[in-house]
């Protein structure tokens, strides 16, 4: 584990040399966040996980002189130590044609059909291994490797909110209309960034994540 600055107000913790297995460091990610911000540490005021490192965000002055120390000793000792029960969701998506705007690439990719592409991606349990790109988009660790196709050679301007979307090893969800590369094969009527609500993410890291199809009726009832 390496920590260094982030500019004159945050760290950056390198976990990369913890171990070779990117599933290991995902959940060391996971574990290390959570026992900072459970430590409640002088003067930090966020703290933000990836897939093997964490920023930790802190006030200019406020911060303890010896928090490296502090970092190190609420990870290295307990790094194997499980982070506790994950909390699940369950995600509806609507694959249908009109949703589903790359389906056809990916099928193509991969020889699968649409319905092998659906089936295997709604049958996977993900985990949210970061918020990012936009607020409230959750990158989702997980995708089995039949699905693992590249972005799109040209992102689009305008990718409509609610779209389930696949590229390289990840899934993901955009929250709101933005620009984007990613494989769009579906969308799901909930609403994943909530302004006025605390937290305003739906998805938080560490959240276990499942797709459930549903018909084009059924994201027309669910819609908010």
């Not at 949703?99 to 092998?116: I, P, Y």
Request: aromatic share 8%; net charge positive.
């Amino acid at each position: 584990m390496t920590i260094h600055p982030l500019g004159d107000t945050a760290l950056i913790i390198d976990l990369a040399d913890e171990s070779s297995d990117a599933d290991q460091l995902l959940a060391l990610s996971l574990f290390a966040a959570d026992a900072i911000e459970r430590a409640r540490l002088p003067g930090v005021v966020d703290v933000t996980s990836a897939y093997r490192s964490i920023a930790l965000f802190f006030a200019p002055g406020q911060v303890e002189q010896n928090i490296k120390e502090k970092i190190r000793a609420l990870i290295l000792p307990k790094r194997a130590r499980s982070r506790g029960k994950a909390r699940r969701t369950e995600i509806p998506v609507c694959y249908d044609n009109e949703f589903a705007l790359d389906l056809a690439r990916v099928a193509g990719h991969t020889s699968l059909t649409g319905d092998g592409i659906i089936a295997l991606h709604a049958s996977t349990e993900y985990t949210v291994a970061c918020i990012g790109f936009v607020p409230g988009f959750p990158f989702l660790a997980g995708l089995p490797e039949k699905l693992r196709v590249p972005r799109l050679e040209s992102p689009r301007t305008k990718v409509p909110a609610g779209s389930v979307a696949i590229a390289n090893a990840q899934a993901g969800i955009y929250p709101f209309e933005s620009p984007g590369g990613w494989n769009v094969i579906g969308r799901t009527p909930l609403r994943l960034f909530r302004v006025n609500e605390n937290p305003p993410a739906f998805l938080r890291p560490g959240d276990r994540v499942r797709f459930r199809r549903i018909t084009r009726a059924q994201f027309d009832a669910e819609l908010e």
